[in-house]
């Protein structure tokens, strides 16, 4: 079994995700709020949970850093925001970051990837 410190790319996280059925990828909408074109579905911020947060740092371009918010909405249905954080931000929706600073966070990182 892999430990927490063996998963240090994006893609290899992105990879243990979807092993484990976290498939949807959430985007802002033209509403200003999440996403998840599968279901067609938007959420409000009281809709999701922020199950774990992922931070890549780039090693040779600070454009390669990005952040992977790991989510779940009330039905139970397990998707993921994926970002560029800080200045090279991959969201330029107005109000992308108050969004994601108002959804509840309960970090389950055992029950997710390791469990």
Not at 17 to 27: A, M, R, S, V
Not at 82 to 92: C, F, R
């Amino acid at each position: 079994m892999e430990k927490p410190g063996e998963m240090t790319t994006l893609s290899r996280v992105l990879e243990k995700l979807h092993e484990k059925g976290f498939d949807h990828e959430l985007k802002m909408s033209d509403h200003g709020r999440l996403q998840n074109t599968d279901e067609q579905k938007i959420y409000n911020p009281e809709d999701l949970t922020i199950i774990k947060t992922y931070r890549f740092e780039g090693e040779s371009d600070p454009s390669d850093s990005s952040i992977l918010y790991v989510m779940e909405d009330q039905q139970g249905i397990k998707g993921y925001v994926l970002d560029a954080y800080g200045a090279y931000s991959s969201h330029e929706e107005a109000g992308f970051d108050e969004f994601i600073q108002k959804i509840k966070v309960e970090d389950r990182e055992d029950q997710i990837l390791f469990g």
